[in-house]
């Protein structure tokens, strides 16, 4: 069973498990409407994301990233959100010179009482990745390349 | 493996707008899924039985439940896993209710999204491995982080129940802010003669280790075995020498130092005693003004001190205490209300707080119990109070209800009629909050009994006539401004965060919200747990709270800390780090980044290698996305597991 045709995008999030995870979990309990698009993968910190997985993930075939971490300095594990703002950054950056629109990824930081801060950033995001459409397939040995390339700069 | 899926209807909350016999059909064509099915309740008794047999009809070794956040029921479903003889980590949840059902109604985009993420966690499932905690010793110990009624509370029932208590306070006494009223509501029954008691009871008991004038210098370990610094701050008197007998407060001639204990209210000597009833009862130097700290001259305390216990030359000590669990009891602060320049921002001295006003009442105060208005020395009239004074105001930021200052105004006028018969309390309020047992009562007391004018809006400016304060509002009700002649202005400043509260929770790593009020595991139902294994709340340090409340947290984070004790070992976490000794190149950078210091370098054969220590590492998985090797693999959060989840959604 594919996104709906027509309807949705493939938009992926990794969202860290004390804080954004938990805010979007607060989005649900006070029943923030949010588009359908997004499926989300938990890890234990946003420090936990290695930029070659939202490489691969977006070489897979997601039109969109979402990174969402502990507000910087509130990190679960004291520093990991800075690990991956460093990180991340450096991803933001080196995603064009791959062909990729630096718009299909974002990172931010939600804490767990943001709520509607999630409502809000998934909303934003999703209607970012649908001006921009679906994303154009970079496949096979482009692909291999293209991650080689990657390998070697992160 | 064989996996079996089992899709929740969670009653409505789910099955509402996700159809579940759909999802189970669909996971049904997933690789590995040899079963699935949907259920009413899947949490529920009847729920966890039908996993069971499943598991045993179907021989199960994997388990893939589809219902709510993993953050609500992921401990409980692992538990039904084991009760069937399986390894709780060969487990996976969808979380379609939170991140699907309660977001949006529409029943088609929510059923497709449900199935990918039940087949998310199946693709993650296939990489899950067993894995087995450690059992290790707990030491029964616990350390309480703050001497308010909440942590005094808390220490006294874990020394009661058997437990050695270290009790750290950053003031020279215990009895944080309750120390300081006068009489509490709904009672009006004499806060030190309910709070002196325990304070004592405190000082007594032979399985309390008190810290005073004391802070945490820094946080090692974990659950069962913290290693904590703690910072005994210089007080210039030898404490252990010190009987607190007052003759060199009585004798120091210094006397301009800042009398935080009244508030400001008055000043006080360079060597005090914060009040008759202090635990401990020591004397402190403050060196900002003391002649000999500052100029080398008087020294008198140390002539006429008769234990020789003053000490000049005293520096800040470091002492190690090690616990098995810690209750943070750091309670709260006031609004700095001088942001609001309507109210004369700290230009008129007869504006004060509410905490003033309470050592103003009080008969240990400094004008021992006599409401005199600082300007004049006068006695006051009229007596308006203003409600909200750094609550319920996005304006200064803070938005949120300190919940107990409606009550305490209402106190504080029948305090008022009390102390002067003759005198008019005004109250200018937003609404009344009263929601406790015999609360809303004891407002309508204040109001019909004693007589205090209740006006319901918000102030606009005060300015100075003569002698006077003239404050002047809306009355809402009547739709009317409203000028009233005050000669002293009491303004109940809201609660905020105790200062340095922030800082303490880094080295506890425990959350805080955005105004800096400790996080609580759960609203519900983790009220005084956080989201670190072994360390809990009580009172006003987690948000505002009255003494009930604070004191019936303090006996459940008791309760918790005592009940995690019962037991003589704790099983470790086994979602940890482990280095793969035959890809690891030694480069050491794991060992940099790791924020806990869990990794160490080994000789392997005369290689460099990196090892995680078990029981230090918290499973942040830095070290794994660091690794240029892949060599450090978290466990149950591998690499493979989460490209497997990626791999899932985007190529199917
Ligand atoms: C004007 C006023 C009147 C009130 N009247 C009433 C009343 O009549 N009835 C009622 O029920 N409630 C009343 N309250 C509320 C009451 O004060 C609180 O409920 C109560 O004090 C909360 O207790 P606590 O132990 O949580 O915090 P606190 O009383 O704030 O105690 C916290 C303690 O922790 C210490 N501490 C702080 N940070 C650290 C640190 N980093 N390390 C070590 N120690 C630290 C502090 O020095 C303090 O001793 C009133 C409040 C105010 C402001
Ligand atoms: S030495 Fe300092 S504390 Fe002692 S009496 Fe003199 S001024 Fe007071
Ligand atoms: S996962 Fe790695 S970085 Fe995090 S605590 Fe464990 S060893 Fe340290």
């Known amino acids: ?154 | 493996m064989k996996i079996g899926v089992f899709v929740c209807h969670c009653g409505t909350n789910i099955e509402g707008t996700v159809d579940t016999a759909a999802v189970a059909a669909a996971s049904r064509e997933f690789p590995g899924v040899v079963f699935a099915t949907d259920t009413m309740y899947a949490c529920s008794e009847p729920g966890q039985d039908g996993i069971i047999e499943a598991i045993k009809e179907h021989k199960l070794d994997g388990v893939v439940v589809a219902s709510c956040t993993p953050r609500m029921h992921e401990p409980t479903f692992r538990r039904t896993l084991e009760r069937a003889g399986l390894n709780r980590y060969l487990f996976e949840m969808a979380n379609i209710r939170e991140h699907v059902s309660w977001i949006g109604k529409d029943r088609e985009a929510n059923t497709n999204k449900s199935a990918d993420l039940v087949r998310m966690a199946a693709a993650k499932l296939l990489k899950n491995r067993p894995l087995f905690s450690k059992q290790f010793p707990v030491n029964k110990s616990v350390m309480v982080v703050g001497g308010g009624v909440a942590g005094i509370q808390a220490a006294l029932d874990c020394a009661n129940g058997g437990l050695k208590v270290v009790l750290v306070e950053k003031d020279t006494t215990i009895g944080g802010k309750m120390a300081k009223l006068d009489k509490t509501f709904p009672t009006v029954d004499c806060s030190s003669c309910v709070l002196g008691p325990l304070m004592v009871d405190v000082a007594q008991h032979p399985n309390i280790n008190l810290h005073a004038y004391s802070e945490i210098e820094e946080v090692n370990g974990y659950v069962g075995n913290f290693e904590i610094k703690v910072k005994k701050k210089a007080s210039y008197v030898d404490w252990d020498a010190c009987t607190g007998c007052g003759l060199c407060v009585e004798k120091c001639p210094s006397r301009k130092a800042t009398d935080f204990f009244n508030e400001k209210l008055a000043t006080t000597k360079a060597i005090n005693i914060p009040f008759p009833q202090a635990i401990p009862k020591k004397a402190k130097i403050d060196p900002d003004f003391c002649m000999k700290i500052q100029k080398d001259k008087c020294g008198v305390c140390a002539k006429v001190c008769p234990s020789e216990a003053i000490d000049f030359t005293q520096k800040d000590e470091f002492i190690t205490e090690n616990v098995g669990a810690v209750v943070a009891a750091t309670g709260f602060d006031l609004f700095d209300w001088t942001v609001y320049g309507q109210y004369g921002g700290g230009k008129y001295p007869d504006v004060i707080t509410s905490l003033q006003y309470e050592r103003m009442l009080s008969a240990s105060g400094p004008s021992e119990g006599h409401i005199k208005r600082p300007s004049d020395g006068k006695e006051p009239k009229n007596v308006v109070f203003i409600q909200c004074v750094g609550s319920r105001d996005k304006s200064v930021g803070r938005p949120y209800c300190s919940g107990f200052c409606c009550m305490y105004t209402a106190k504080q006028t029948i305090l008022t009629k009390d102390h002067i018969p003759d005198s008019q309390s005004h109250v200018f309020y937003m609404d009344i909050r009263s929601p406790g047992k015999l609360y809303d009562e004891f407002t309508r007391r204040a109001m019909e009994e004693y007589g205090a004018n209740y006006i319901r809006g918000r102030v606009s400016m005060i300015y100075p006539k003569g002698d006077n304060l003239v404050v002047r509002g809306a009355d809402t009700l009547m739709g009317a401004q409203v000028e009233i002649d005050a000669d002293l202005v009491v303004l109940a400043v809201g609660a905020e965060a105790s200062v340095g509260a922030t800082d303490l929770a880094k080295k506890l790593r425990i959350s805080y919200d955005a105004y800096g009020f400790f996080m609580e595991g759960h609203p519900k139902l983790k009220p005084v747990e956080t989201n670190t294994a072994g360390v809990y709340l009580a009172g006003a340090c987690q948000g505002p709270k009255d003494i009930p409340a604070s004191v019936a947290q303090g006996s459940a984070a008791a309760s918790k800390v005592l009940g995690l004790f019962s037991q003589d070992m704790l099983a470790s976490d086994p979602q940890v780090s482990v280095v793969d000794i035959k890809r690891c190149i030694g480069c050491g950078k794991c060992i940099q980044t790791c924020p806990f210091g869990a990794i160490k370098e080994i000789d392997f054969r005369g290689m460099k290698k990196a090892d995680v220590i078990e029981t230090i590492c918290q499973g942040c998985g830095i070290c794994t996305s660091t690794c240029p090797q892949g060599a450090v693999q978290l466990q149950h959060f591998t690499d493979n597991q989460i490209l497997a989840e990626v791999n899932a959604i985007c190529r199917f």
């Open chain 1, 1 to 154: 069973m594919p996104i709906l045709e027509g309807k949705e995008l493939r938009i992926v999030g990794f969202l860290c498990n004390w804080c954004s995870y938990g805010g979007a979990d607060t989005a649900g309990v006070g029943r923030f409407k949010q588009p359908t698009d997004l499926r989300v993968i938990k890890v234990p910190c946003s420090g936990r994301i290695d930029p070659l997985f939202i490489v691969k993930t977006l070489l897979a075939g997601a039109d969109g990233v979402l990174v969402s971490g502990c507000h910087p300095r509130d990190c679960h594990y004291t520093e990991g959100n800075f690990y991956a703002r460093r990180r991340l950054e450096m991803l933001k950056r080196f995603l064009p010179i791959m062909g990729i629109d630096a718009k299909r990824f974002e990172y931010t930081w939600v804490s767990a009482s943001e709520g509607q801060r999630w409502q809000e950033v998934v909303t934003k995001f999703t209607e970012q990745i649908h001006e921009l459409g679906a994303a154009p397939k970079i496949v096979g040995a482009e692909a291999e390349e293209t991650l080689k390339l990657m390998e070697a700069a992160l």
